[in-house]
Structures are given as structure tokens and as C-alpha cells.
T-cell receptor
Framework: RKEVEQDPGPFNVPEGATVAFNCTYS??????FFWYRQDCRKEPKLLMS???SGNEDGRFTAQLNRASQYISLLIRDSKLSDSATYLC????????????FGKGTSLLVTP | NAGVTQTPKFRILKIGQSMTLQCTQD?????MYWYRQDPGMGLKLIYY???????DKGEVPNGYNVSRSTTEDFPLRLELAAPSQTSVYFC???????????FGQGTRLTVV
């Protein structure tokens, strides 16, 4: 079983839509949780960290359920500029806190 | 603030050649990492370092070597390049380990 699994995607949505991505992780010792965004042929960049209490940053809301080992990302009022691949990322003390990446979910927002 | 800088951005190697991918960061981060990303796949950890003089293998270390003589630099060495090493390589650094990692712009390597 892969350490981090995400929705297979791709997601094609119209502008203004709400879209949700889900992710599960297998290592119960995972300590930190993130959503990264990766544009085509670019490096991953942090979108937001995910906290147990849930957190929101503008149109983006992240949730973490440690008991179910489940992470989610909700994007409201999608913009064309949200088109990218969204990477679910966790880390543990193992391997110097190296990040474990899901394969990513591709989002295409259309006019 | 340059962040994490990788060179070169692109490279074509012939089978059996060797090369070094350079990575330097100016954020005084202790933790540094090398990942590779193949098409449609997640990033896989090659090697990591938790501080100067300390390195260790990640998930896919075969065919690679690293060194960490300074806090700033973490070069990745490919010996005897093989077509299976065709990939995009990302270097990253992190200040406290369990916090955000910053990535370089990547090196696109093709082995023919």
C-alpha cells in the first residue's frame, strides 16, 4: 500500500465551481501534513499546511482526520488560475522528515 | 533572496557518462533533500541530509551519491548514467524538518 494516496483525477470543472480533493495516508506516525501545488513543468510550492482543527486560507479549506488518516482540500469559487496539480504531502520523523508525496490530482478549471 | 538554486536546468547525457547536479540554498537550512519525479508519478526521495557532514539514503538511492560538506550545498552525483535515470530532479530544503520544504526549479535530465 502506498504511503499517500490521492483521488486519481483529473478534475475538469467550470469557473466558479467548488471542488474537493481527498487523500489518505498509511503511516499513523505521520506528523505534519500539507497540500502543495505544482504547475506544469515547475517545482512544487506549498499551498497550505493542514492542522488537526482544520484551517482556511481564502477560498481554500483543508481538513485533517487523524483517526481516519484522511486529509481533504476544498476549493471554492474556482478560478482559471487554480488549474494545476495538487499534491497531498505528509512527513514523519523517518528519513529526516522527508516529505512523502501522493501522485497528485490534476485540476483543470475551464471558462 | 534566492532560496534553493539548482544547476543545470537541462542536461542530456549519454549512457555511461557521469555528472553532478548542483544544489545550494541560502536560508541556513539544516535539512536538504533530493527527489526525482517521473511522468505521472509522485516525487521519490533519493537522498537526504539533516546537516553538514550527514547524509543518508532515501527510497531510490541506487546509481546516485551525495555529499554535504557545507550547510549550503548538497550536490547529487550520477555515475554511469542509465536511461532509467531520465527524470526531473528536485532539490529541497527545510529549516526545522517538520515544516515547509522549499524546492529548487528542477533539473530535467535525459539519458540517451
Amino acid at each position: 500500500r502506498k504511503e499517500v494516496e490521492q483521488d486519481p483525477g483529473p478534475f475538469n470543472v467550470p469557473e466558479g465551481a467548488t471542488v474537493a480533493f481527498n487523500c489518505t495516508y498509511s503511516n499513523s506516525a505521520s506528523q505534519s501534513f500539507f497540500w502543495y501545488r505544482q504547475d506544469c513543468r515547475k517545482e512544487p510550492k506549498l499551498l497550505m499546511s493542514v492542522y488537526s482543527s482544520g484551517n482556511e486560507d481564502g477560498r481554500f479549506t483543508a481538513q485533517l482526520n487523524r483517526a481516519s488518516q484522511y486529509i481533504s482540500l476544498l476549493i471554492r469559487d474556482s478560478k482559471l488560475s487554480d488549474s494545476a496539480t495538487y499534491l497531498c504531502v505528509v512527513n514523519t520523523l523517518n528519513s529526516g522528515y522527508a516529505l512523502n508525496f501522493g501522485k497528485g490530482t490534476s485540476l483543470l478549471v475551464t471558462p | 533572496n534566492a532560496g534553493v538554486t539548482q544547476t543545470p536546468k537541462f542536461r542530456i547525457l549519454k549512457i555511461g557518462q557521469s555528472m553532478t547536479l548542483q544544489c545550494t540554498q541560502d536560508m541556513n537550512h539544516n535539512y536538504m533533500y533530493w527527489y526525482r519525479q517521473d511522468p505521472g508519478m509522485g516525487l521519490k526521495l533519493i537522498y537526504y541530509s539533516v546537516g553538514a557532514g550527514i547524509t543518508d539514503k532515501g527510497e531510490v538511492p541506487n546509481g546516485y551519491n551525495v555529499s554535504r560538506s557545507t550547510t549550503e550545498d548538497f550536490p547529487l552525483r550520477l555515475e554511469l548514467a542509465a536511461p532509467s535515470q531520465t527524470s526531473v530532479y528536485f532539490c529541497a530544503s527545510s529549516g526545522q524538518g517538520n515544516t515547509e520544504a522549499f524546492f529548487g526549479q528542477g533539473t530535467r535530465l535525459t539519458v540517451v
